[in-house]
């Protein structure tokens, strides 16, 4: 992928199939939804916090003054703990810095994330974890668009793609995001997973948690 957003021809290469990936996803037979939801939100967030510290080197203040994905789409930062809550621009480490302390946030707080067994989550849990979602996808679009060979000089891409196929997929299974969302990478999703993981779909119905 060129830096400056021009789909060049190129095959995204991984190291799990999409298949595999698939079935991983899938909620087990009589397992908890929620649960299967908060395991895996935390172990994204994990997975992309890593990913983003092998590109941390090159995406500072300097090089990066924006949040972006390419020139079309800019990230600003709404602190909602701030008296004026008031969308800022800021630059892309400031962006994720924030972005990754507000999602460890929710994750640390048991209200949302309970740790004891049989402990209810809340009755917009699915809300909370696709607003998480949201924004970890954005961490991922700046990635590719800012930072992509550098990656591939690292020989990290099929680490990334592995990884951002892994989130993607999961995603779709469990209607995490909205393809408005993910737009910004739409020809990437299409090249690794397929076109109809950029389509909307009903969302599904949910087993009881």
Same mark, same amino acid.
């Given at each position: 992928?060129?830096? $400056?957003? /021009? %789909? !060049? ?36 967030? =994990? ?30 930062? %709404? ?5 004026? /809550?008031?969308? #800022? ?7 994720? +810095?924030?972005?990754?302390?507000? !999602?460890?946030?929710? @994750? =640390? =707080? ?13 009755? +917009?849990?699915? @809300?909370? #974890? !696709? ?10 679009? $700046? @990635?590719?668009?800012? $930072? ?10 099929? $680490? ?14 469990? /209607? ?34």
């Amino acid at each position: 992928m060129a830096e $400056h957003g /021009r %789909k !060049a021809k190129h095959r995204f290469a991984s190291f799990v199939s999409t298949e595999e990936l698939q079935e991983a996803v899938k909620l087990p037979k009589g397992g908890n939804v929620n649960h299967w939801l908060a395991t895996h939100c935390v172990d994204f967030f =994990n997975i992309t916090n890593v990913v983003y510290g092998s590109v941390t080197e090159f995406c500072t203040d300097e090089l990066c003054p924006v949040m972006s994905c390419g020139k079309r789409y800019e990230y600003l930062w %709404k602190d909602k703990k701030g008296s004026s /809550r008031r969308a #800022v621009k800021v630059s892309a480490p400031q962006y994720i +810095d924030l972005l990754m302390n507000w !999602a460890e946030e929710q @994750i =640390n =707080n048991e209200v949302i994330f309970p740790t004891e067994e049989g402990d209810p989550y809340p009755e +917009d849990f699915h @809300i909370i #974890v !696709a607003n998480i979602f949201k924004k970890l996808f954005r961490v991922y679009s $700046h @990635i590719y668009y800012s $930072h992509f060979s550098k990656i591939k000089q690292l020989n990290e891409e099929p $680490h990334i793609n592995t990884a951002f196929k892994h989130f993607m997929l999961f995603s779709y299974e469990f /209607r995490l995001l909205d393809p408005a969302d993910t737009a910004p990478l739409s020809f990437l999703i299409t090249d690794l997973i397929g076109e109809k993981y950029t389509t909307p779909l009903v969302p599904p119905s949910m087993p009881p948690s």
